[in-house]
């Protein structure tokens, strides 16, 4: 299942377009972009700023001459984690019907806004955020992370392997990712995220593979990374399966609660109703908005 920084307890809806709504329900999977390629380009470089300056906060209040060292070293691990891996994500959120999401990412109400149940989306394989806005999240947030892990570390060889440090770097990486300024605060983002090796290469130890995920079951998961064109430049993307989790394997046919249309979207209602259903889904709604003026 997913590693849930935010449980949700209801659906969460995704604004989507004709093109985006069909891909989602034909291909049982979510698009999950670059987040360097989101509609902010302050994402990341905005967390990564704060998280930089809370290292040389505490590296020079805290942990002065040889303590640091340790500190010095794990921030370079987890900015260059930043710079050579990729992270995906996808955006949601509660409301099925806001006037600014549709106008930024339902096609102008010309869209769709999907309400997945919850289940659906904490057996992916990823992590589910809610996003904290500036001044929510500052230095001293990141300053409060990192204070109780570094100082357990007294060698650059103790501190040297990505994988015997993943409880004191998921945290910090996490915080990165779910920064974001105050002036998208209105979305009340929900974020999945997923973290794989750069350019979608599998990493190996010894001869043997790492998967980018594990369930529960044991069944290992490959990130495959996938590019598409995009407005100015080709998007990195990864294709998540969604839906219950059992028997070693998805089941998305009650993975959607309910599909609002605008009354700009084009199609009608039976139309949508029976493209759903036969895409294999079951125990859904649709329903349109009445008539208003954008």
């Not at 002065?64 to 990729?86: D, M, V, W």
């Not at 290992?220 to 430049?233: H, K, N, Q």
Request: with cysteine; net charge negative; aromatic share 10%.
């Amino acid at each position: 299942m997913a590693f849930l920084e935010y449980t949700p307890q209801a659906s969460l809806f995704h604004y989507t377009n004709n093109l985006g709504f069909e891909g989602i329900l034909k291909s049982k999977k979510l698009w999950l972009s670059d987040i360097q390629s989101t509609n902010d380009p302050r994402e990341i470089h905005l967390g990564k700023g704060l998280l930089l300056a809370a290292f040389k906060e505490l590296r020079h209040l805290d942990f002065e001459g040889y303590r640091g060292l340790p500190l010095s070293i794990l921030a370079g691990k987890i900015s260059g984690y930043l710079s050579e891996r990729r992270l995906f994500s996808a955006s949601f959120c509660h409301e099925g019907d806001s006037l600014p999401m549709w106008r930024e990412y339902g096609e102008d109400g010309q869209g769709y806004s999907i309400g997945f149940r919850s289940r659906c989306l904490t057996d992916m394989p990823l992590r589910i955020q809610r996003i904290r806005y500036l001044p929510e999240v500052d230095v001293g947030h990141f300053a409060e992370l990192l204070r109780d892990g570094p100082q357990s570390y007294s060698t650059q060889e103790d501190i040297s392997s990505v994988i015997s440090n993943i409880h004191v770097i998921a945290p910090i990486l996490s915080a990165v990712v779910s920064a974001k300024h105050g002036s998208w605060e209105y979305e009340h983002e929900i974020r999945l995220s997923h973290a794989t090796d750069a350019k979608g290469e599998i990493h190996s130890i010894n001869g043997t593979d790492i998967p980018s995920y594990e369930y529960p079951d044991g069944k290992p998961y490959f990130t495959e990374v996938l590019s598409r064109p995009g407005p100015e430049r080709v998007v990195n993307y990864v294709a998540l399966p969604y839906g219950k989790y059992v028997d070693s394997k998805h089941d998305p046919s009650q993975a959607i609660e309910k599909i609002i249309l605008w009354p700009r979207c084009r199609k009608e209602l039976g139309e949508v109703e029976e493209f759903v259903r036969s895409c294999g889904f079951k125990k859904f709604e649709v329903t349109r908005i009445p008539q208003v003026n954008l």
